[in-house]
């Protein structure tokens, strides 16, 4: 295996453990609910799980409320050309869901995507199978796409650009 993605799963790992009681006191303290933090943890409850019904799966990664509107078009296009489609959109920020919800539901499916924990990784991806993990614009998470790819699941990234900054900041990283 590569030393370096090793070595950020041990130290996610580490964080996951030291954190995560820190986590839930923030979450508490702040007034967010519960549900939120288990989301996060890539722990769902049974009706979004429920709700997951057709095929195949698809799953598009939307981080804030400008990828919404990009996940919006999708889902009309997605819905247009498969009608038998199950999708997710997961979303990183509190304000990214609740425009979500606004949007697309009930059609959708719309989640909280999971912290780049490899427990909370594999948990949320083992609970939705998608067919396919989509990440709108340039959300490159370690855990979840080699996640993905070892348990079988497609992945792509939509509208993703990296501009001459940014490639500088990736190769910094690239054994990772």
């Not at 890539?42 to 709700?51: C, E, M, N, T, V």
């Not at 989640?111 to 991806?125: E, G, T």
């Not at 998608?130 to 796409?145: G, R, V």
Request: aromatic content about 8%.
């Amino acid at each position: 295996m590569n030393p370096a993605y090793s070595a950020y799963n041990l130290l996610g790992r580490l964080l996951y453990l030291g954190l995560l009681p820190t986590l839930r006191i923030h979450a508490y303290v702040c007034g967010r609910p519960n549900e939120t933090m288990n989301q996060r943890l890539g722990s769902y409850p049974p009706d979004l799980i429920s709700q997951q019904s057709g095929s195949p799966r698809i799953w598009l990664h939307a981080a804030s409320v400008g990828e919404i509107g990009v996940a919006e078009s999708i889902v009309a296009s997605l819905t247009r050309l498969k009608p038998d489609c199950a999708l997710i959109v997961s979303t990183a920020t509190e304000h990214g869901y609740t425009y979500a919800l606004e949007r697309l539901a009930p059609r959708v499916t719309c989640i909280y995507a999971p912290v780049d924990f490899p427990q909370a990784v594999d948990k949320a991806l083992k609970t939705f199978r998608p067919d396919l993990f989509a990440c709108l614009e340039t959300e490159i998470w370690p855990n979840l796409l080699i996640t993905a790819k070892t348990i079988g699941i497609k992945t792509a990234i939509i509208n993703g650009r990296i501009s001459v900054r940014s490639i500088k900041g990736y190769l910094k990283i690239r054994p990772l």
